[in-house]
């Protein structure tokens, strides 16, 4: 069957587009148009030049250590990190490739921050449209193409699902990186009587009697001393309780950032294809990685071929 691939954002989520298009291929389908937004544009566009194969081989190879020699970071740039040495990677396995060159039809999605408005590349250089839509903002530096500046495609269209209208495939298969894990419920507690002594764990001893008269003459002395309690009056007061925590020791701010954009594209992603539903949905998980996990390349494209199989056995694809 000839597909037109949709994917989406997500950061490192997005190895499991590789897994989902192993899948694809394992069963014979032909993709014939991809679009793609951030990470799913870099995959996406990997795929269209025809060096997916040795890109996998390589993500699968990596590292804490090698993300963080692969990492620029800045000082007093609008992003944390410039992304030079990864593009220079990437550049191995798509090399000069115009868009309009590719044996496929293929659009990369990206955010003009000034116009507010979502940018299609449908030609020009693809290591150019890839940099520009994957631009985190505050994360990775933006792009200026021509008059444009750029971030991040999924701001506005975390799976873009429009370019697929003029693409040849048969069927529309979208991949997207904000799933919420399957039989999420609310537990109930159970109910219980009062009343019922059966329902009760507390033991009652059977000898238990009265207070000895030195039990009782020291609780006649307590209540009848002025001060009630003189243990509270030896004991400072605690100190007020603090109603919130200001800088929470457990987070840090690049997790805080991927945290922030997973739950704002994941809600913009659910309003967007309302209106144009993908025929096929493959839904990763919005927990099984985080934005930055790049380490994890191996992990993330078994889950998206098993979530693949899934999908496509239930969808008879």
């Known amino acids: ?3 037109n691939l949709v994917l989406g954002a997500g950061g490192a989520r997005g190895f499991a587009h590789v897994g989902v298009i192993q899948e ?12 793609g937004t951030s990470m799913g544009a870099l995959v996406g566009g990997v795929l269209a030049a025809g ?3 040795g890109f996998t081989e390589w993500v699968r190879t990596l590292t804490r250590g090698d993300i963080v020699r692969l990492t620029d970071l800045t000082l007093g740039a609008p992003g944390l990190i410039r992304l030079q040495r990864v ?3 990437l550049h191995r396995f798509i090399g000069d490739t115009r868009i309009e060159e590719l044996p496929i039809p293929y659009t990369a999605v990206a955010t003009d921050i000034d116009q507010e408005r979502e ?8 290591v150019a449209a890839i940099r520009a839509s994957i631009a985190i903002p505050a994360v990775f530096t933006p792009v200026r193409i021509g008059e444009r500046l750029l971030v991040d495609g999924g701001l506005l269209n ?3 699902m429009a370019p697929t209208m003029d693409m040849p495939g048969e ?12 039989g999420l419920h609310i537990g109930l507690p159970s109910k219980e009587s009062s009343d019922d002594a059966s329902a009760d764990n507390t033991e ?3 000898d238990a009697g009265q207070p000895s008269w030195t039990e009782r003459l020291g609780q006649s002395m307590a209540e009848s001393w002025p001060a009630r309690n003189l243990s509270k009056l030896l004991t400072p007061p605690p100190p007020p309780a603090k109603e919130f925590e200001d800088w929470p020791s457990d987070v840090n701010l690049i997790d805080l950032l991927g945290r922030t954009l997973d739950v704002m594209q994941g809600r913009i992603e659910i309003a967007r294809t309302v209106l144009n539903v993908p025929d096929v949905l493959v839904w990763v998980p919005m927990d099984s990685c985080s934005v930055l996990d790049f380490h994890r390349a191996e992990e993330m494209i078994e889950l998206g071929r098993q979530l693949a199989v899934t999908e496509f056995d239930r969808m008879g694809l």
Do not use: D, Q, T, Y
């Open 24 to 35: 694809l291929h394992a069963r014979g389908h032909e993709v014939v148009g991809v679009a």
């Open 87 to 89: 593009m220079r990677e």
């Open 204 to 206: 009652i001893a059977a």
């Open 119 to 126: 940018v299609w590349f449908r030609k020009g250089p693809l």
């Open 171 to 182: 069927v529309n298969i979208g991949v997207s990186l904000f799933g919420k894990r399957p």
């Open 158 to 160: 975390p799976l873009p």
């Open 1 to 3: 069957m000839k597909v």
């Open 51 to 53: 060096g997916l194969e």
